[in-house]
């Protein structure tokens, strides 16, 4: 089961409703890297349509796996803090919703009840 089908299962539709208006949709052209390994992440991403590569520079970023739609990226750096393990680039031209961080996280210090939803939706997944 996706990511995204199980944390949409744990909010509401006020939380969904909140995380569509303040997010972006963008097409992300092939060969974009979304997530840098070791860097600070700006965004939460939901992937709505598309294929990325994971890849990790410690083996001459070989492609580790692939990412579909479906899949929620930067959600453990609001979990544990630590900076991105791997590397992630679009395959091909993608869809992605993206929520700024910020916003993420004074949405997570405002809103106890969300808070509790989205941490309760990502246990879920460790």
């Known amino acids: 089961m996706s990511k995204i089908l199980v944390i949409l299962g744990e909010l509401s539709d006020r939380d969904i409703d909140w995380m569509i208006a303040n997010g972006a949709r963008t097409l992300v052209p092939p060969g974009t890297t979304l997530i840098t390994e070791g860097k600070p992440l700006d965004a939460l991403y939901i992937i709505l349509d598309g294929t990325l590569r994971v890849s990790v520079s410690s083996l001459a970023d070989k492609e580790l796996g692939?990412?579909?739609?479906?899949?929620?990226?930067?959600?453990?750096?609001?979990?544990?803090?630590?900076?991105?393990?791997?590397s992630i680039a679009t395959i091909e031209e993608c869809l992605i919703l993206s929520i700024p961080r910020r916003l993420v996280a004074e949405k997570l210090e405002q809103d106890v009840l969300f808070s509790l939803r989205f941490y309760r939706a990502i246990t879920k997944f460790l």
């Not at 692939?66 to 750096?77: A, C, D, K, Q, R």
């Open 66 to 86: 692939t990412i579909t739609s479906g899949e929620v990226l930067g959600e453990m750096s609001f979990v544990d803090g630590r900076l991105p393990s791997a």
